[in-house]
């Protein structure tokens, strides 16, 4: 659940393989609290990914904390179990977990449809006749998108926090699903804060905290989580830091609380673990033992989601987890239930190494652990409003993806198409750079200095913007027909752990990259296919029956080619 993304080749750079390691032997420890300590120390001061970092670990021989960093950049406290952390979307177990646990009260089934628990005005999008069930969304399988497309945020720091039920209600009721409910695996966020919503109304309980309050924290004696923190709990709370290690608001999600809502320290998570292991007796435990149950394949190899957690299997060996990302902190939490072994790995920084990998390795020595580039130091300079001035405008990434540069005072602010509005800071008269994620932006000027482009730079890419007058010109759009459309369909291998799936739905022609969203891409010939949210373009290569066989993705100047696979 991050907002500060602001890199619009996702097609290319977010691809993300799967590796294949061999199943860690049983007689294997987790490594020494040392080992542990050593890898926080070159986290967080070598690689400066984070400010502090605590890891809590369960095991047949008993439980152990390794802390390291600050409370934040200028709070020298140490950190330690109690440190309280936001989870993100780590609450969607906990959501899930009280489905199950409704579940075994006989309150719910999981076929039950979403809509027999919400007000009568609300009229649930259905596909086929197939109702959305409290499964689908459990298992990110509803058809419902990542976010709610009436999500406009007023405060861009803390943007969950005006988005009511009736946003909420007003969104469902309109939006038509664009693919068969339960045919396909998308994580999506709304769909968990919808889950939690439901529970609510159906346990009518006053609000998402108080149910999960009463049906799992208090039962587990889980006291120092929660959503809204008493004094001595947030005299606890870690502060949040941006990418670049900035201190940053924390984050209020309002109805959409069971997607993210919580904050909890690492012992509270470890007697949370404790309970899915078996080390301690609970009422939950057929609930807890019911989530892992029910599997569906989340489109990577080797990844099923259950009820809430996602499971990764390798070599007959489990590993049940599930991470949190807001915009100031990396959560991460896992265990191998055959080994009986737990790990928890709290981040307050929110550069993309900062939980998932130490997790990993914890359970998995074999799983390597990510060795990111430190970003070096930026220096801002004084502002030169003229030239803000100047700089406003509008340029275009993508045919619909824009970024709009605008002028407040002495600061000068970009925001592209679906995103926040940032602040963007001079270190020269034409170079930028964003506080919030390590990206920077040049503005190119033509040969009279007006701004004829803008260049992001991020991610090792350098993805340029013209700028524009007016309205956007996108590609035309070609119609082909479905039998033609038809033998484009399929899969194709970009990378090893890295699938290419292009889809029909009616009319219509949908691209997914493995662990990516699913967008829609237009045809601009036969064979030719362009996104209008990014630059990138797709050719399809066919054979004498005009079925698929090659896939080409044209994108940052680059020409992956992926091959039909069945």
């Known amino acids: 659940m991050k907002l500060h993304q602001l890199v619009a080749a996702i097609v290319l750079a977010g691809i993300a393989c799967v590796g294949t390691s061999p199943a860690w032997a049983q007689t294997s420890a987790v490594p020494s609290d040392a080992e542990i300590r050593k890898i926080l120390v070159d986290r967080i001061d070598a690689q400066k990914q984070s400010v502090g970092i605590v890891v809590g670990v369960i095991e047949p021989t008993g439980r152990r904390i390794v802390a390291y960093g600050k409370l934040a950049k200028d709070d020298p406290r140490p950190l330690n179990g109690d440190t309280l952390y936001e989870i993100g979307s780590i609450t969607k177990v906990f959501t899930s977990l009280l489905l199950a646990d409704a579940v075994e009260r006989g309150e719910v089934a999981l076929t039950d449809p979403v809509a027999k628990f919400l007000p009568a005005k609300v009229k649930m999008p259905e596909r086929g006749g197939r109702a959305i069930t409290l499964l689908d969304l459990s298992t990110h399988s509803s058809g419902l998108p990542r976010m709610p497309t009436n999500f406009a945020p007023k405060d861009q720091a803390n ?235 509008r340029y275009q990434l993508a045919p619909m993806a824009i970024f709009t540069v605008t002028r407040d005072g002495e600061h000068l602010f970009a925001q592209l198409t679906g995103q926040p509005k940032v602040e963007i800071f001079p270190e020269s008269a034409k170079d930028f750079f964003l506080k919030v994620v390590d990206a920077q932006i040049t503005f190119e000027t033509d040969g009279t200095g007006k701004p004829a482009a803008l260049v992001l730079h991020q991610s090792g890419m350098d993805q340029r913007a013209k700028r524009i007058e007016g309205e956007p010109v996108a590609p035309k759009e070609m119609a082909l027909e479905p039998t033609v459309l038809d033998g484009y369909a399929g899969r194709y291998q970009l990378a090893p752990g890295a699938t290419l799936t292009i889809t029909r739905d009616g009319t219509h022609v949908f691209a997914q990259i493995t662990g990516q969203p699913r967008a829609e891409i237009f045809a601009s010939g036969p064979g030719e296919f362009f996104w209008k949210v990014v630059d990138a373009q797709l050719t399809i290569e066919v054979d004498a029956s005009g079925k698929g066989t090659a896939a080409t993705l044209h994108q940052l100047g680059r020409d992956l080619r992926a091959p039909r696979i069945e």
């Not at 943007?159 to 664009?178: I, K, Q, R, V």
């Not at 609510?200 to 309980?205: D, N």
């Open 159 to 393: 943007p969950f926090a005006d988005y009511s039920a009736e946003n909420l209600y007003a969104f469902l009721s309109g939006y038509t699903l664009t693919r068969d409910v339960g045919s396909e695996y998308e994580y999506s966020n709304l769909g968990g804060g919808l889950l939690g919503h439901a529970l609510t109304l159906r346990a009518r309980a006053t609000d998402y905290e108080a149910l999960v309050r009463a049906r799992v924290l208090g039962p587990l004696g889980m006291k120092s989580t929660a959503i809204t923190l008493s004094p001595e709990l947030k005299s606890r709370l870690a502060t949040g830091h941006s990418t670049t290690l900035q201190p940053v608001a924390n984050w209020d999600l309002n109805v959409l609380a069971g997607a993210g809502g919580l904050r909890s320290s690492t012992n509270d998570l470890l007697t949370f673990l404790a309970a899915n292991l078996g080390y301690v007796q609970t009422p939950l435990a057929p609930a807890m033992a019911d989530m892992l149950k029910v599997r569906r394949p989340a489109g990577v190899p080797n990844l099923a989601i259950a009820l809430g957690w996602h499971v990764f299997t390798l070599h007959d060996k489990e590993i049940v987890w599930h991470n949190g990302v807001t915009a100031g902190y990396r959560t991460y939490i896992g265990f191998d239930p055959k080994a009986r072994v737990g790990v928890v790995v709290l981040s307050n920084g929110g550069a993309a190494a900062g939980s998932d990998d130490i997790g990993r390795h914890l359970l998995d020595e074999m799983s390597p652990l990510l060795r990111p580039q430190v970003a070096p130091t930026r220096t801002e300079i004084a502002p030169d409003v003229k030239l803000y001035e100047l700089y406003a405008g």
